[in-house]
């Protein structure tokens, strides 16, 4: 069954519409539709997108920052440590410390077995 569309190349899409952002790199037209929910359409290509190994990247309020992903994922688990949604891993924590540094919290140092 199926529907029929045509995946449009940026210089075609300005043709159909030339008052879009020269950001367009592209488009889907469904002429049998009219319209498309532009929300469930970049949706659902972006989990596509996913599902064949890319990786999608949202602007978020942590942009101007240079941060990792590891330093953006320690930030938001301390605010959720901070608002009570999660408790603190303690534990966890100390012995990546451990492993990192060869010393525990006592000042111990790690030794060989």
């Keep these: 069954m199926g529907v029929k ?3 449009l190349d940026a210089a075609d899409v300005r043709k159909i519409e030339p008052t879009l952002t020269t950001d367009v790199g592209g488009a889907l037209q469904i002429d049998t ?26 602007p978020g309020a942590l942009d101007g920052f240079n941060l990792s992903s ?21 534990e966890e924590e100390a012995a990546e410390e451990f492993e990192a540094t060869g010393e525990n919290a006592e000042g111990e140092e790690k030794t060989e077995a």
């Design 33 to 58: 539709h009219g319209f498309v929910v532009a929300s469930d359409l970049s949706g659902a290509l972006s989990a596509a997108a996913i599902r064949h190994g890319a990786r999608v990247r949202v």
């Design 70 to 90: 590891e330093d953006a994922n320690a930030i938001v688990m301390k605010a959720r440590v901070k608002i009570g949604w999660i408790e603190e891993l303690v």
């Design 5 to 7: 569309c045509d995946l």
